[in-house]
């Protein structure tokens, strides 16, 4: 059995603070907490590799002028005493709803999720490839655990713009998995259930199947040309007179068996063992880099949360290697900026600045007599 290495899986979260002036700390007021139960305490080499990065503290975040009136989203908006689990796939977000009714905790809920995703969002969810994560605990401390794939030793700027120039497909375009070191990592410091028991509905529905979605069904009908170009995939993904398609059963019992190894004996059981021995012979007969070397080598990183001030407030988010994080500071500190100077321009004018809350936007007319 060769195993397979899928695309790049984003877990990425936004989390935003009530306004205060610390970057990792919560005020007592705020409501929200990605995980609320107690933090069990990290083996010594999981806290060894993944030691958090300190970030220098911030200037103090100017309160908004005018003040923010915040509401909630009316009849539509969502509202509980326990905890909400959405995902791209209803029997990976079934998981993590059982394991909160199970007593777990957010992050629990989250790994339950990842997990499962692997078996039923073969697209993106998986174990093949990577993400980001960050973790707000109730006590006002926040995490970005970065598990981003890791280039092989052996690549090189002429190999990926090679690989790139092919299309990016196949075995050489295939990074170190971080999927798998990133989950773990975050139920080992901030969950609270073993990791077995998280990883039950994943194994139950790789082993047992589970039917295909529209939005998969989409999926494979389009890449197509190309899945089925490995035997295996065609295969698991494959019928006789093309893809599977929505409603159409998948049973995927050799990854059943790589995520009970991964029950099993968490890092190790994907990382070591026969999982890894499989993996580097499959990129040794296909022209992969992924050696024992760089499967042993890898390890998932807590960083600081990237921290800015938007409106009053202490937004965090995913500092790089993740593309999105900086992204979004940008994008807000730039409407921040442009909003201080539409403001200015006003007061200059003689005009009343734009008032929020609720009512509606009034403006005094300037002393020429034009309304603004």
């Known amino acids: 059995?060769?195993?397979?290495?899928?695309?790049?899986?984003?877990?990425?979260?936004?989390?935003?603070?009530?306004?205060?002036?610390?970057?990792?700390?919560?005020?007592?007021?705020?409501?929200?907490?990605?995980?609320?139960?107690?933090?069990?305490?990290?083996?010594?080499?999981?806290?060894?590799?993944?030691?958090?990065?300190?970030?220098?503290?911030?200037?103090?975040?100017?309160?908004p002028?005018?003040?923010?009136?915040?509401?909630?989203?009316?009849?539509?908006?969502?509202?509980?005493?326990?905890?909400?689990?959405?995902?791209?796939e209803a029997n990976a977000t079934r998981a993590g709803v059982k394991v909160l009714e199970s007593g777990g905790n957010a992050i629990d809920a989250a790994v339950a999720v990842g997990y499962a995703l692997a078996v039923t969002h073969p697209?993106?969810?998986?174990?093949?490839?990577?993400?980001?994560m960050i973790v707000r605990?109730?006590?006002?401390?926040?995490?970005?655990?970065?598990?981003?794939?890791?280039?092989?030793?052996a690549t090189t700027t002429e190999k990926v713009l090679a690989e790139v120039k092919a299309g990016a497909v196949g075995y050489a375009s295939v990074?170190?998995?971080?999927?798998?070191?990133?989950?773990?990592?975050?139920?080992?410091?901030?969950?609270?259930?073993?990791?077995?028991?998280?990883?039950?509905?994943?194994?139950?529905?790789?082993?047992?199947?589970?039917?295909?979605?529209?939005?998969t069904g989409q999926a494979l009908k389009g890449h197509w040309g190309k899945i089925k170009e490995d035997a295996e995939a065609k295969r698991i993904f494959g019928k006789k007179d093309g893809p599977l398609e929505a409603g159409d059963r998948v049973v995927q019992k050799?990854?059943?068996?790589?995520?009970?190894?991964?029950?099993?004996?968490?890092?190790?059981?994907?990382y070591d063992g026969p999982v890894a021995e499989r993996i580097v012979s499959a990129m040794k007969k296909h022209g992969g880099d992924?050696?024992?070397?760089d499967l042993g080598a890898y390890r998932a990183k807590l960083r600081a949360p990237l921290t800015f001030s938007y409106r009053g407030f202490t937004v965090e988010t995913m500092p790089p290697p993740s593309m999105g994080g900086v992204a979004v500071a940008q994008t807000l500190l730039q409407l921040e900026r442009l909003r201080r100077a539409r403001r200015?321009?006003?007061?200059?004018a003689g005009r009343s600045p734009l008032r929020r809350g609720g009512e509606a936007l009034v403006c005094r007319p300037s002393p020429g007599g034009r309304r603004p």
Do not use: W
């Open 254 to 270: 050799d990854l059943a068996k790589t995520l009970t190894a991964i029950a099993d004996k968490g890092d190790a059981g994907f």
């Open 123 to 132: 697209s993106a969810g998986n174990i093949g490839g990577g993400g980001f």
């Open 65 to 88: 002028d005018p003040p923010i009136a915040l509401a909630t989203g009316g009849k539509a908006a969502v509202h509980a005493t326990s905890g909400v689990v959405t995902s791209v």
């Open 290 to 293: 992924i050696t024992k070397a």
């Open 137 to 153: 605990l109730a006590s006002g401390e926040s995490y970005a655990i970065d598990f981003r794939e890791a280039g092989p030793a």
């Open 344 to 348: 200015s321009r006003r007061l200059r």
């Open 1 to 63: 059995m060769e195993a397979r290495l899928g695309a790049l899986a984003l877990l990425s979260l936004l989390a935003c603070s009530d306004p205060g002036n610390a970057p990792l700390k919560a005020p007592a007021s705020s409501a929200s907490a990605t995980a609320s139960a107690a933090v069990p305490t990290s083996s010594a080499s999981a806290a060894a590799s993944a030691a958090p990065v300190e970030a220098p503290e911030p200037p103090p975040i100017p309160a």
């Open 175 to 215: 990074a170190v998995p971080g999927t798998v070191a990133g989950l773990n990592l975050a139920r080992e410091r901030f969950g609270t259930k073993p990791l077995a028991q998280l990883l039950e509905p994943a194994i139950s529905l790789a082993k047992e199947g589970h039917k295909i979605t529209g939005r």
